[in-house]
Nanobody, 115 residues
Framework: QVQLVESGGGLVQFGGSLRLSCAASGNIFAIYTMAWYRQAPGKERQMVACVTNVGYTDYADSVKGRFTISTDNSGKTVYLQMNDLRFEDTAVYYC?????????WGQGTQVTVSS
């Protein structure tokens, strides 16, 4: 089993920045993909950004150039640096990890962009 704990969400003004963190613990494997998803009220959950153990990254078109995903050297913590936040970025952000043995989700952290 793997546990994912997110932190760093909150209320931020339009155009501001936030950094989300997600720490993985438990039965961690070296080969993985970690990602951030988000879900706004009334909308489907969508992938925001992902990173693999070899450093490949991908982003949703809506966040390219504004968000950056990264991991620490251990591969157990993933970050999402969010800059130039917009109203449409308001959502619950979920951490995701897939590795041999399963797919895991965090509990979610709320990000709200205000005027």
């Amino acid at each position: 089993q793997v546990q994912l704990v997110e932190s760093g969400g909150g209320l931020v003004q339009f155009g501001g920045s936030l950094r989300l963190s997600c720490a993985a613990s438990g039965n961690i494997f070296a080969i993985y993909t970690m990602a951030w998803y988000r879900q706004a009220p009334g909308k489907e959950r969508q992938m925001v950004a992902c990173v693999t153990n070899v450093g490949y990254t991908d982003y949703a078109d809506s966040v390219k150039g504004r968000f950056t995903i990264s991991t620490d050297n251990s591969g157990k913590t993933v970050y999402l640096q969010m800059n130039d936040l917009r109203f449409e970025d308001t959502a619950v952000y979920y951490c995701y990890r897939v590795q041999s043995g399963g797919v895991y989700w965090g509990q979610g952290t709320q990000v709200t962009v205000s005027s």
